[in-house]
């Protein structure tokens, strides 16, 4: 044991009261900390209040048998990391593949001999040492993820309600993507908004995401004039391509969707590299069109000097937009399918048919009640809606 930590606790678990006395004399002569139970219920009660490090439990008691105090032990989350060793008369092969079976990590055999109980209990203790030091491993790099999400929503652009009213969507994954998105106005005369997801996930799929995100802002809030024409997004694109090629960006690339609406000619002119299209809501008569906004375009960084190419679309006073990653729509359903874009493509139709801008937490709801429990949220999740509305 390690100078610097406290010992080690262990419950031993037999109803035979020889063999408890024997083996409580030997543990703390060994310097553990020992408890002892003379049944299997009184062992599982002092296991779940203790959380011994190890458990050495017989395997013939009665009413509770020690495979059925292991099942119950290695089936509690909070218990399931103790090392549980058997102790045990039998030697056949099938009644250890029966222990194993059962969640024991390790057989003892009777009778006891005193440095083979040394050697296995200190095996047993490392390997549960290590599986703690993994447990505090992933608990920070958790806490991490769960930091720098927090950070990549705090770059987020604040709701606007005029003069398009703009609300949005955010939910991270718990391994944290690299979904982004921004949007603001240059003067009082372009919108120019943009939706982009680096590949993989964590930390190395977030950094570019926020790269891309500030390098963008800075261009169109200061209006640069850099290597692009900001309000061309064909440029914007290219120039991102030759930017971002993924040999420098350790194999990373990302797919984007820019947009420019002028309020003046009330047209919308759009560019997008391997990102799902945008939708265009627009109400026609008695019913809703939906129109996907999408240019012929590879993901950001894949091969150099790509050409991309940029097409119009006229806004009607009473249109709604929305950007999107693939999260919103690409998770399991409760029947084992794949939801789809066409799914949520349908879903935005019924919705505005029922409200001309439903809310962002009716939508959500809505889609949520297809996924199979967990699947929504595996990836991050964005959705950005624009609400024309003109002077």
């Not at 505090?136 to 309600?161: F, G, I, N, T």
């Not at 000619?265 to 299209?277: E, F, I, M, V, W």
């Not at 945008?278 to 069109?289: I, K, N, S, V, Y």
Request: aromatic share 10%; net charge negative.
């Amino acid at each position: 044991m390690s100078g610097d930590r406290q010992p080690y606790q262990i419950l031993v678990i037999d109803d035979d009261p020889t063999t408890r006395f024997l083996l409580r004399k030997i543990l703390r002569d060994l310097g553990y900390q020992v408890s002892v139970a003379s049944h299997g219920r009184e062992g599982i009660a002092i296991a779940t209040a203790e959380k011994p490090a190890l458990i050495i439990c017989d395997w013939m008691m009665p009413e509770l048998d020690g495979l059925e105090v292991c099942r119950q032990i290695k089936q509690d989350q909070e218990l399931s990391r103790s090392f549980f060793i058997l102790l045990t008369a039998k030697g056949e092969l099938e009644d250890r593949i029966q222990g194993l079976d059962a969640g024991a990590d390790e057989f003892l055999s009777k009778p006891i001999d005193p440095n083979e109980l040394r050697a296995r209990i200190q095996a047993g203790l490392r390997l549960y040492q290590l599986s703690q030091d993994l447990l505090k491993q992933k608990q920070l790099l958790e806490a991490e993820l769960h930091e720098a999400a927090d950070y990549v929503r705090s770059l987020l652009p604040a709701p606007q309600e005029a003069p398009c009213k703009i609300n949005y969507y955010f939910l991270p994954s718990s391994q944290l993507g690299g979904d982004c998105f921004d949007f603001c106005w240059v003067g009082d005369r372009y919108l120019v908004l943009h939706i982009l997801d680096v590949s993989g996930h964590g930390l190395g799929a977030a950094l570019p995401s926020v790269s891309v995100l500030n390098l963008l802002r800075s261009t169109t809030r200061e209006q640069t004039s850099g290597t692009f024409d900001f309000l061309q997004p064909a440029q914007v694109l290219e120039a991102l391509n030759n930017g971002f090629q993924m040999t420098a960006q350790h194999e990373k690339y990302f797919t984007i969707w820019y947009g420019v609406y002028d309020r003046q000619t009330r047209q919308l002119t759009y560019a997008s590299g391997g990102h799902p299209p945008a939708l265009l809501l627009t109400p026609e008569a008695d019913q809703w069109r939906a129109t996907l906004l999408k240019t012929p375009g590879i993901p950001i960084g894949m091969f150099a000097d790509m050409v991309f190419t940029q097409a119009t679309i006229e806004v009607s006073p009473s249109a709604v937009l929305y950007l999107f990653s693939d999260g919103v729509y690409e998770f399991e359903t409760t029947d084992n399918q794949v939801w789809g874009l066409e799914a949520f493509r349908e879903l935005l139709i019924a919705a505005h048919t029922q409200n001309p801008v439903p809310p962002l937490s009716q939508l959500i709801s809505q889609v949520q009640r297809h996924a199979a429990p967990a699947a929504f949220g595996s990836d991050d999740v964005s959705l950005v809606q624009v609400a024309f509305s003109h002077p």
